[in-house]
């Protein structure tokens, strides 16, 4: 069941077409306002559109159970409104209809120790810090068990240590089905070695095998000289 | 604390009848023939029911309209629900269908709610701040044809209307708070069935979404369900402000719990202030009652400006 966007256009992407495996995973990069988060909300059904088919179902024309196994966005930022709901209540919310499936039998005090915030579970969610809410998000969408989650920056605010246990995440744990990945950090793209989509005003410029991505000319021509690979590490010149 | 606070509003809501110009022995109450015995049976206990009923309404609408469109300012009235009751009683006063008042009330507000709804489906599943916009014009529409009723009106009339926006829980037996009974039963059964769907919104539009839950319809139907009670309430009472405001608010503070698990408190305690608020009206001793939305009002601002303060500490 593969996921399908054919030929998508709206004020900011042009001409999006391509697919995704189910089973395989990919990461998005582009520069800012390139049109990643707007990528992500027009696969999931957040801004409808019928380009997109994930087992040749629209999500935002689906309701419930269906919708919700079929893919997952975690933003960029937490956005709750209430001011007591808790950690532990967010993430129990992070359970389709509150259900854990039997073949995916993690629980909230599984996820809340692979993260390390086991401490947070009684606190109100508004006043978690900005690397506390992304692991929070992260932790949801352990949870939520989606076939395809997508992850808008998730290593935006995290610490060292939050960013190795992310890593393991990503490229080990099972917990997770197909996985999207926006990123600016291309050193976690290329550890990852998951294929590369990069955008560039709008369109898909590149898409491809993360090797190819990575090689030193390839990295020349997309980022004019900024980036190189230094002993087996992507590093920023600065 | 709790437990003190809800000792306290039910001695309050047992006590309510007893106290008003006339005092009513309890023994008097047990003969049906004397006067004190219809003074409590006809006219007591139906007010303070009706208070109970309509405090909780708006109570409970106040949360769920702040839940909905993501702002603490919002009250039941926000989206000109009320305004609209208020315009239409004011066209049957001045049309000279007084008896009518209620019914006409009642057509005023739902006849928003369908404008409203009808506006809305033109807007997307997340564009809660357009419709509360259209409710605000709406309200202003409605101000500025309310101005052309009193200007058309006798003195008498536009006394009526007058004493209308000011809200009055006055009311002679039981009929009406049958129906109040039935509209609190509806929103109340209305909001527990979509108690899940709530929690997902007091969180944001997106992750209520991705839980596969239907944005506009889950919206439409809270909205449509308060707004059908509101409408209830208010075509007895009048608008009476505040209450939608601060009682959800007070009761988050003393709770500090999420929102969906504060159904039957909000509800319950909204009927207490209300209530109580009725209680002081009627025992002030003035040579008429003080209008009930003054009072809350009165009650409510200074209280609720309070509980800003020390929340912020």
Known sequence: ?238 | MKKVILLFALVLLVIAPFFGQIDLPLSSLLEPDNMEHKVFFDIRLPRVLLAFFVGGILALGGLIFQTVFRNPMSTPFTLGVASGATLFTAIAIVLGFSALSPLFAFGGAMMTVIILFIVASRFNAYDSTSLLLVGIALSFFYAAALMVMFYISSLQESYEIMRFTMGSLDIVGFENIIILTFASAFLLTVILRYRYELKLLLTSYEFAYLKGIDVKKTNYILLFAVSVAVGVAVSFTGPIGFVGLIIPHILKNIYKQSADKLIFPIFFYGGVFLVTSDLIARNLGTASDIPIGVLTSFLGAPFFIYLLIKGRK
């Open chain 1, 1 to 238: 069941m593969p996921i399908n966007i054919t030929d998508y256009t709206n004020n900011i992407l042009k001409n999006i077409s391509f697919s995704l495996e189910y089973g395989e995973d990919l990461i998005i990069l582009g520069a800012n306002g390139v049109g990643k988060t707007t990528l992500a909300k027009v696969l999931c059904g957040i801004f409808p559109s019928e380009a997109v088919r994930i087992d040749s179902i629209t999500p935002s024309k689906v309701y419930g159970e269906t919708r919700a196994r079929l893919i997952n966005y975690i933003p960029a930022k937490l956005d709750v409104f209430d001011e007591f709901i808790t950690v532990r209540e967010f993430l129990e919310l992070g359970l389709i209809r509150g259900v854990a499936r039997e073949q995916h039998p993690t629980t909230v005090d599984d996820v809340l120790q692979m993260l390390s915030i086991k401490h947070l579970a009684d606190k109100a969610c508004k006043l978690l810090s900005s690397g506390e809410s992304q692991l929070l998000l992260i932790a949801s969408a352990l949870l939520h068990d989606a076939k395809y989650t997508i992850f808008d920056e998730p290593t935006a605010n995290l610490d060292p240590k939050k960013m190795q246990i992310l890593f393991n995440i990503l490229k080990y744990d099972t917990l997770l089905q197909s996985k999207l990945i926006i990123t600016h950090n291309l050193d976690l793209a290329y550890k990852l070695g998951f294929n590369i989509l990069f955008l560039e005003d709008g369109s898909i410029k590149f898409h491809g095998s993360n090797a190819d991505f990575f090689k030193q000319t390839h990295l020349d021509t997309i980022y004019d000289g900024s980036v190189e690979k230094y002993q087996n590490n992507i590093v920023v010149k600065l």
